[in-house]
């Protein structure tokens, strides 16, 4: 039986959107990915982590822990260890990267909220995250497991939309990504969705923050 088209699972299950969007970086553009959709359809979300984990389970060394970003429901840094220890036949322990809100406008504000912490120390590191798009929160990974002591040997994504394939990741051996989908972003003041008044979605993404920041 073929494998399914993973843009087109996404694209089926509704986690793409398109219309006048509002992102964490503030500019605009017409694509939206809702990546919380897919923690709602447990055969997709399996299909995503296995997809994800298939290329780093063949590397010389075997991954030992994978630290993944905050996915909600999705929890793909769990879901990619338990793909990997099979592949691997080891067990690879998985650790969450949140944010800390009380070092939120600090550039290292990532804590892992685990005791077993310590045993990412020497171990062969895979970083995980659901989107790729300024790159901004892998970065914050890659510097909250330099501070572990862990060795980083692969960064994967699910959908990398930076269009880039190695983004600012010379650090790390090696980069793979489920979806590579190069979308288009824009400043407010060079946005054609502003220009001709298609309304800014406010269900999902930055747009109803942006809006009240713009009328202050």
Not at 97 to 124: E, G, T, Y
Not at 138 to 167: E, F, H, W, Y
Request: a negative charge; one cysteine or more.
């Amino acid at each position: 039986m073929d494998e399914p088209n993973p843009f087109r699972l996404l694209v089926d299950i509704g986690v793409v959107r398109l219309g006048h969007f509002v992102y964490q970086s503030w500019r605009h553009g017409d694509t939206f990915l809702n990546m919380e959709i897919l923690g709602d359809h447990e055969k997709e979300a399996e299909f995503f982590a296995r997809e994800l984990a298939r290329p780093f389970s063949v590397l010389e060394y075997p991954v030992g822990v994978v630290i993944g970003a905050n996915t909600g429901k999705l929890q793909l840094h769990e879901r990619v260890a338990r793909h990997l220890s099979k592949f691997q036949g080891n067990k690879v322990l998985s650790f969450c990267a949140m944010r800390d809100a009380r070092r939120v406008s600090d550039d290292n504000d990532f804590i892992i909220d685990d005791p077993r912490q310590h045993l990412i120390r020497d171990q062969k590191v895979l970083l995980v995250d659901d989107v790729l798009t300024t790159g901004g929160t892998l970065r914050k990974m890659l510097a909250l497991n330099r501070t572990r002591d862990g060795q980083a040997i692969g960064v994967g994504v699910i959908c990398n939309r930076s269009g880039l394939d190695r983004p600012y990741l010379e650090e790390v051996p090696r980069f793979e990504a489920v979806v590579e989908m190069e979308l288009e972003t824009y400043q407010e003041d060079e946005c054609l969705l502003c220009a001709i008044g298609t309304p800014i979605n406010t269900d999902v993404g930055h747009g109803r923050e942006f809006l009240a920041q713009r009328k202050n």
